[in-house]
């Protein structure tokens, strides 16, 4: 049995892929379980074991296929755990660039900023058109001619 068929057993350590999955930490008749998010490394337990081995389809089933929730061993060190584009990423972002504005010297520091702008993420847009008038003016005018709504 190969690792990415294998199902995780006590001790094993997993890291998570998807944005947030609950991680039991307590068994019982109300059980708790922590949220735990994209880059967490796991310990698995015989609490997490019991609770993931319960009802159907098992999530521990499909550890390292594509689009999997869980991934083997710990986050690989050095990879960011935000997706692009994501609140996570943008906060990054700019708790690097409130570091990089502190730097005294000027040519540093725009190296440092654009560097961020490369390796952590662009600047997000700042304006969006949401409509194009230049069709919907001419609708709107033969709406107002015709007295009523076109079709």
Known sequence: ???A???PEVGDVLHVLGPSIP???RRGVIGVCETRRRGDTLFVTDI???YFSQGGDNIFQHVGEEGAQLGWGA???GERASLPGSPERLAERHAAREVAWKIADPAERARRLREIDETIAPAPKTSKTLAKYGAQKSTFNRERQDGGVSE
Request: charged share 20%.
């Open 1 to 3: 049995m190969t690792e």
């Open 5 to 7: 068929t294998r199902i």
């Open 23 to 25: 991680w039991p930490i």
């Open 48 to 50: 997490v074991v019991e």
């Open 75 to 77: 986050w690989p060190q």
